[in-house]
């Protein structure tokens, strides 16, 4: 995640599912949210982030979720529908309250500075970890942002390795119970955006074993992007009854 893409409409389909899987709009139980942004700082290279035009558009997208478009919208742009100066942060996800109340969030930076030794990377990257873990206790659902998704082949201690999540970031989720939510972004490469999903989800469910099981969403507006559910035993029911019955995924 960068501060750069809040507010476009990857994040509102991302804020918007796990909504969703909180049950905010649902009679059912309240799944407590914990949330890892693993942010990255803001890059210059490309134009990212800027699909914000939706926003524009209430009549093809508020339906999906009246509030949530309604929370957006003034944090992004002004009432003549300039966009606001500094509006381009993670922060206002925490406090607008478009994610919901009693959600436990780690928001710590994750890079490594130019010319930092291997060993301090590997100590600092176990040490925003551990800090992530100790900010997560107690929840039912953790969601993990990474900017690029799951790992690769890229070292978790080379210069990109804080854009992506390790398998075994989200084995101790799964090892206190947990369920966890992946953000991944889909490539060129690997086949078709679904062949590289179902892919995915084959190496989860092989992975994951004790009663887990593995959903994914795939999110087709502006860049390829999936979303993996990785439901525990005691919520996986209730979490593929949400994915089923929403229309906000349809």
Not at 58 to 80: A, M, S, T
Not at 127 to 142: K, N, R, S
Not at 196 to 217: H, I, T
Request: proline share 4%; glycine share 10%.
């Amino acid at each position: 995640m960068q501060d750069r893409y809040f507010g476009d409409v990857g994040d509102f389909g991302k804020y918007g599912l796990l909504r969703i899987l909180h049950g905010c709009a649902d009679a059912g139980a309240k799944l407590r949210l914990g949330v890892v942004w693993y942010l990255f700082p803001d890059e210059d290279h490309n134009a990212d982030g800027m699909h914000l035009g939706y926003l524009r558009k209430p009549k093809d997208y508020r339906d999906c979720d009246e509030q949530l478009f309604d929370l957006l919208h003034p944090l992004i742009f002004d009432e003549v529908g300039q966009l606001i100066e500094g509006a381009r942060q993670i922060k206002h996800a925490e406090t607008s309250g478009m994610i919901p109340e009693g959600t436990q969030f780690y928001s710590e930076p994750l890079a490594f500075p130019f010319g930092m030794r291997f060993q301090d990377r590997k100590k600092l990257r176990h040490d925003w970890y551990a800090a992530a873990l100790a900010a997560t206790v107690g929840v039912d659902l953790v969601f993990v942002d990474p900017d690029n998704g799951i790992e690769c082949k890229i070292k978790r201690t080379a210069k990109k390795g804080p854009k992506y999540v390790y398998w075994d970031d989200v084995d101790t989720f799964v090892e206190r119970g947990q369920s966890v939510v992946i953000y991944h972004h889909l490539g060129r490469n690997g086949g078709t955006h679904p062949e590289q999903v179902e892919n995915k989800l084959r190496e989860m469910n092989e992975r994951f074993g004790n009663g887990y099981e593995s959903f994914a969403v795939r999110f087709k507006r502006g860049a390829g992007r999936a979303y993996f559910i990785i439901a525990s035993p005691p919520h996986k029911d209730l979490l593929r009854q949400r994915l089923t019955n929403t229309k906000s995924l349809r």
